[in-house]
């Protein structure tokens, strides 16, 4: 019998299935599953060409060759996603809204006049990929399997332009428990992630690359990570490192609302939906810097933290701004973060009930 949000693992498109005649599964150690570095056996792939997809397939995971002029290289049209699968209770497999990134993925593509990947691609592409790789979903407290999808501009062409081919892949690997440390963050005030106008609310690979020097820098300065904010002014708080941001202020749940600099999380959806059903009272508005370190300094800033795929919820501990250090209640001790970071692990593992109908389960 079929769960309420049980999917059927179709094949309209003729995926061509390539097996590897090796799998590397007994060789995987999968109680030391270091983030992005142990890959699934098998990836899917489609190519973009003559204004269609196509050459639909699934094959051994490993290199692709590629010419040293391909667009993407260059220019930068490069997306991707983060995704993760789950291994429920009672043994089925279950992927977390994976529909919303569908859907991100292509308002990605369409800001960097890439193709739009049909959903029937998408989809059965990553089923299929995770139905045959099933054994490397892991099992274990915490762990799930990290799937990406990426596309990539592949005309082997200089010159700026649009290219007209591109490659689609999906890939994943088993992921451990995340067990991340309340962070220390420090609000940026000179480099920018995003502007208006730009590609900050897009995916695309050159959003991670331009914030790797000031997240560096910060680094250096003893922090984990940067507390975005408008490139215009810093006035306004954005994001948190590569995750949405979250504050608890007089029992109020506040949070940026999304613009075209911002990342519009499925995580955060899923917390605001949530604590709204929880009654939270919640404000999705513009956030000022000024109000987050007034009520650091009053003692009203009853909790913040970092929304995304990879750690759920990560507290921050200690915020820095101008050369202060504010350091927020002992993170054990918050109320709504820790319950929400359960109330969303229980729902994957399919441990409480998915009222929202948030698992696609295979
Ligand atoms: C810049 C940025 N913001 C926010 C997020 C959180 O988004 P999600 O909850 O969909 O993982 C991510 C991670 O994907 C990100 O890279």
Known sequence: MLHKNQQIVIDTLNIKVNKTP???????????????RTFSDHMFVADFEDGEWKNLQIMPYGDLPFSPAMSALHYGQAIFEG????????????????????????????????????????????????????????GNEGQSLYIRPVMFA?????G??????????????????????????????HYARAAEGGVGYAKTAGNYGRALLPT????????????????????????????NVMFVIDDVLITP???????????????????????????????TVEEVVKAAKEGTLQ??????????????????YESEIYTLPE????????????????????????EFGWNYIL
Do not use: C
Not at 90 to 107: H, Q, T, V
Not at 154 to 158: A, G, K, N, Q, R
Not at 257 to 285: C, F, M, N, P, Y
Not at 333 to 341: H, I
């Open 22 to 36: 090796a799998s590397r599964l007994e060789q995987t150690d999968f109680s030391n599953l270091a983030f992005g």
């Open 154 to 158: 592949t005309d082997p062409v200089l």
């Open 331 to 354: 993170p054990l001790s918050r109320k709504f973060s820790n319950k929400v970071s359960k109330a969303l692990s229980d729902i994957r593992y399919g441990i409480t009930a998915d």
């Open 216 to 243: 560096k820098q910060a680094q250096k300065e003893g922090f984990d990570q940067l507390i975005w904010t408008d490139a215009r002014d810093h006035g306004y708080i954005e994001e948190s490192g590569t995750m």
């Open 160 to 189: 700026v332009h649009a290219s007209e081919t591109y490659k689609f892949i999906i890939l994943t690997g088993p992921s451990g428990a995340y067990y991340s440390k309340p962070l220390r963050v420090k609000i940026e005030t």
């Open 303 to 320: 909790e913040a933290f970092g929304a995304g795929t990879a750690a759920t919820v990560a507290h921050i501990a200690q915020i820095g």
């Open 83 to 138: 995704i993760k699968a789950y291994k429920l209770q009672n043994g089925d497999i279950s992927i977390f809204r994976p529909l919303k990134n569908y859907e991100r993925f292509n308002i990605s593509a369409e800001r960097m006049s890439m193709p739009a990947v049909p959903e029937d691609l998408f989809m059965q592409g990553m089923t299929q990929l995770i139905a045959l790789d099933k054994n490397w979903v892991p």
């Open 257 to 287: 609302s999304t613009r075209d600099t911002i990342l519009d999380g499925v995580t955060r959806k899923s917390i605001l939906q949530l604590a709204q059903s929880w009654g939270v009272k919640v404000e999705e508005r513009r956030v």
